[in-house]
């Protein structure tokens, strides 16, 4: 199975920051990731696909970049409504498998 | 508006069966390949199963904690996926969602997912 490991598991940051969460993928996946945001009570959104493809209808701050076994995603500019969980998953082989998430709290 | 609403959670013993419903809405259900996922209370997210298209024949894949297990099908005709759960285990609480992908390039990506149900296995 391919190990996905997301760092930081939490990060706390302020309104305005710049946020980077990585994941790493135990063997090479190519461009196969996306990036949800979950917030509690409620089923995780689709942020990035396809590594860098961001989703209709999501803000512009949020960026995906990164192939292989490295990927980033990237908040250019932390929003109040942004403080949630952030999650990788790996669409390369089955069985399918997910990070295991980032909590970006309020400083 | 594409929906999909998942029924038939509940509270189950050990080594029971429930079956979970997905009713999906405003797509050609025929066409999207389809997965389950899990989220334990308080934990990440698990991939359950998949379910293919008609031009795969509604093949489908498991997860090695659930192959064997748990079962996914299709109703074309109710627009319904489902998930039936066998020799349930209390590791196997969790809310489950059901997920719509669509083809990008070589792979197939989530993008809308259900609410989900709550499966809660206790005796």
């Known amino acids: 199975d391919i190990l996905l490991t997301q760092s930081p598991s939490f990060l706390s940051a302020s309104v305005g920051d710049r946020v980077t969460i990585t994941c790493r993928a135990s063997?090479?996946?190519?461009?196969?990731l996306a990036w949800y945001q979950q917030k509690p009570g409620q089923a995780p959104k689709v942020l990035i696909y396809?590594?860098?493809t961001t989703q209709s209808g999501v803000p512009l701050r949020f960026g995906g970049s990164g192939s292989g076994t490295e990927f980033t995603l990237t908040i250019s500019s932390l929003q109040p409504e942004d403080f949630a969980t952030y999650f990788c998953q790996h669409f390369n082989t089955y069985p399918l498998t997910f990070g295991g998430g980032t909590k970006v709290e309020i400083k | 508006e594409v929906q999909l609403v998942e029924s038939g959670g509940g509270l189950v013993q050990p080594g029971g069966s429930l079956r979970l419903s997905c009713e999906a809405s405003?797509?050609?259900?025929?066409?999207?390949?389809m997965d389950w996922v899990r989220q334990a209370p308080g934990k990440g997210l698990e991939w359950v199963g998949r379910s293919r298209h008609k031009v795969y024949s509604y093949t489908t894949e498991y997860a090695a904690s659930v192959k064997g297990r748990f079962t996914i099908s299709r109703d074309v005709s109710k627009n319904s996926l489902y998930l039936q759960m066998n020799g349930l285990r209390p590791e196997d609480t969790a809310v489950y969602h059901c997920v719509r992908l669509f083809f990008h390039g070589s792979d197939y990506f989530t993008d809308y997912w259900g609410q989900g149900t709550l499966v809660t296995v206790s005796s």
């Open positions: 405003g797509f050609t259900f025929s066409d999207h390949y």
């Open positions: 063997q090479g996946i190519g461009s196969a």
């Open positions: 396809a590594a860098s």
